[in-house]
């Protein structure tokens, strides 16, 4: 599909000589018009880019490198992730507008829905480095997945609409259908934890988004990553793991374990996962890797 692209002339922040918008059209079904009126009333031909897959990204930020500093992703966490990408082990710094269904990494860092905060932001260019993860080479910035959050994203992604209620649709629908999946830690020191598991969060930062903090002691700059093994639970008590999930209390549920570690490999019997909330085919083994301070995000 042909680009859609609205470029400007270039504009100037306290010294940082660039600034790129790279929106997701597909995010807030399309309804991006909102953000980009708002842009427009509060700078001057601000350089926008509409990206219509992550090949379109790849290629914009490789044409404006050298004349940009800041790449601000706009869309959900897949869009934040597919631009991280290209931005870690560089200088060049990466900034959010949150427009996805559940927008975890933009909640995680202070990256609001006010159009205004953000061009302050952009004016003071502080910035600060983080991690990030690598599972059989692809590029992770938030929470990552296989098992049941797996299926409900590729579930997810065909429903019509977007939005938290589709969500949830989803993962009822799912919830009743899933088995579990096996996994076999490949890694001595967690051969003890081989088992049926419900699902195998790979968690940078605490939450899936809309405040469900799946990993509630992550950190995004210690160098580790946090996994999450959450057995299959009984229908009673689901209240109660909902309960624990939103309020940051999953390291007490008797149904998670976890696992923090730089690097770890293990044999799943599922390949659907979601990187990002991004679907994808991921067979095993699968190394879990994290790539410690690789980006530099505004804060």
Known sequence: MKNASI??????????EHVAFVINPFSKDGKYQNFVSELCSLLHEPKIFISRSKEDTQDFIRQQWQKTDIFVAVGGDGTISSVAAQL???QKILAA???????GFARENGFGKDVKALVRKLENVQSKTIDAIKINGIFSINVSGVGFDGAIAHSFEKTVSRGFFNYILATVKTFFRFKDIQV?????????LNGKYLMLNIANT???????FIAPHAKLDDGKA?????????????PGFALDLFRGKLGGNP???YISDSAVTFEVDSDQWHIDGDVVSIKSPVHM???SQCIRILK
């Open 226 to 238: 946090d996994i999450a093994l959450v057995r299959k639970f009984p229908l009673y008590a689901a």
């Open 88 to 90: 870690a082990g560089t």
């Open 97 to 103: 507008y949150p427009m996805g269904s559940g927008n």
């Open 255 to 257: 149904y998670v374990q």
């Open 206 to 212: 605490r939450q899936f988004g809309n405040n469900a």
């Open 7 to 16: 470029a400007g002339s270039i504009f100037y922040f306290c010294g940082v």
């Open 289 to 291: 890797e994290v790539w």
């Open 184 to 192: 076999d830690f490949l890694n001595r020191n967690y051969q003890k």
